[in-house]
């Protein structure tokens, strides 16, 4: 069955692989506000306003992310002037979207910026062991009394601008680099964090001016994606990215970032699509990605539920390679929806299926981008595409 779906849905794959490069953050490095927050798994301006442009959105009607990262769905939206929702499991991603999605007056930072103490000196701190490892002596030094400062700014819109912008300077001087889904301390040499922080509040004062908002409503919230607080029928179009497949454990690579707004680290987070072990089958897909699907499946379900009849939704997904599924050859084992000789999960057309089966048509699969599944890091066992999942409610 699943294979004649497969088979059925060809006609519906397109590329566009000339998109490739907006289906990442890549863009939004060098866009005002956009990249106030670095988050390597997001997607860019350019992609939301493309995807925009295709749905023809109503714009009476708010856009959805229910995965918003660093919040490139909403600002795209607050640009054209639409009403926007935005969700999130992790609390610096909903930290980082509000301060991002709000107007501020150039004047009033740079008013703030000349109250903060010129004359730097050590301030009694305690920090958990990953800041020890990621910062040298004398960023700490600097955070804890730049943090003395911003904690003392009385209006909260301002004093989180101020936070963000820490975050920003503190990430460019630490020795933690991202690296899939962990964190790589190495030791280097870095610019006074000091220094660091007042150019990046130079910018960002800047970047205020640079990029203009209309009059919208931007909403938001700490949400779990399977279990919606939204209203049955009340969003027009859903721009989002879930995470992928082989998926990343946001809390561990964004602990750096979340020290800022909660010092006192994460509770562990037992919300993450696809984290837990599932012991059941599923579509006859291998067992690793089992209840990644049974998660999204939910997802579909209450997107489902939000839209309105005639509603858009874009889902830009990726391919997954789990080599403990790859088939030996001359295994005549049924061959599964999902996986071939390979290993690669097809996230895109399980996804169709899924939400298909849940009452979505199937617009198009855009395929972004395509690289090799890789055995032991030079093998090509297979290809893994990038998709833009259109569905239609
Ligand atoms: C691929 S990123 C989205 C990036 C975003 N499109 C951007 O441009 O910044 C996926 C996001 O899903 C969030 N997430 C993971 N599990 C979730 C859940 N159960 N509910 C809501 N958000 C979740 C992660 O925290 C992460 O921010």
């Known amino acids: 069955m699943f294979k004649e779906y497969a088979h059925s849905i060809i006609g519906k794959i397109e590329e566009k692989l000339e998109w490739a490069e907006l289906a990442t953050f890549v863009p939004n490095k060098k866009t005002p506000v956009y990249n106030w927050f670095y988050y390597k798994e997001g997607f860019s301006r350019e992609l939301v306003l493309k995807i925009l442009d295709m749905f023809q959105h109503d714009v009476s ?30 609390p610096v991603s909903i930290f980082a979207s509000s301060v991002k999605a709000k ?32 910062f040298s002596k004398f960023a700490l030094e600097d955070i804890a009394f730049l943090m003395r400062d911003i904690m003392k700014i009385e209006d909260e819109k301002y004093r989180d601008f101020f936070i963000l912008a820490l975050i920003n300077a503190s990430i460019r001087c630490s020795y933690a680099r991202k690296d899939g889904g962990s964190l790589k301390i190495r030791k280097r040499q870095a610019a006074p964090l000091r220094i660091m922080f007042r150019n990046v509040v130079k910018k960002m004062a800047k970047d205020v001016k640079r990029l203009s908002f209309r009059d919208c409503r931007t909403g938001v919230a700490l949400c779990d994606a399977r279990r919606l607080e939204l209203e049955d029928e009340s969003v027009g179009s859903i721009i989002t990215s879930p995470p992928y497949l082989n998926n990343i454990d946001y809390t561990k690579v964004y602990a750096i970032e979340e020290f800022f707004i909660r010092p006192k680290g994460l509770p562990p987070m037992r919300s993450y699509i696809g984290s837990r072990i599932s012991e059941d089958g599923f579509l006859g897909l291998p067992q690793a990605a089992v209840s990644y699907f049974k998660d ?30 790859r088939r030996l050859p001359g295994d005549l084992g049924e061959r599964t929806f999902s ?36 055995e032991n ?17």
């Not at 008013?111 to 020890?132: A, H, N, Q, T, V």
């Not at 379900?301 to 858009?312: I, K, S």
């Not at 939704?313 to 080599?323: E, K």
């Not at 890091?377 to 409610?393: A, F, N, P, Q």
């Open 377 to 393: 890091r030079s093998e090509k066992v297979g290809t893994l595409r990038e998709s833009l999942l259109w569905l239609r409610k």
């Open 296 to 325: 999204m499946e939910k997802v579909l379900g209450e997107l489902y539920r939000v839209c309105v009849p005639g509603a858009n939704v874009a889902l830009v997904v990726g391919n997954g390679y789990l080599p403990g599924s």
């Open 339 to 374: 996986t071939d000789v390979s290993g690669v999960v097809d996230s895109d057309v399980v996804l169709a299926y899924m939400a298909e089966q849940l009452g979505f048509s199937l617009e198009k699969i855009i395929v972004l981008n395509k690289r090799f599944a890789l």
């Open 103 to 134: 107007d501020y007056d150039t004047a009033t930072v740079r008013e703030i910026y000349s109250g903060f103490r010129r004359k730097f000196e050590k301030l009694p701190s305690e920090y958990p062991p990953l800041m020890k490892r990621a």
């Open 61 to 90: 009607l708010p856009v959805l992310d229910p995965f918003c990262g660093s919040g490139t769905t909403l600002l795209a939206c607050r640009e054209l002037g639409i009403d926007s929702v935005g969700l999130d499991v992790l």
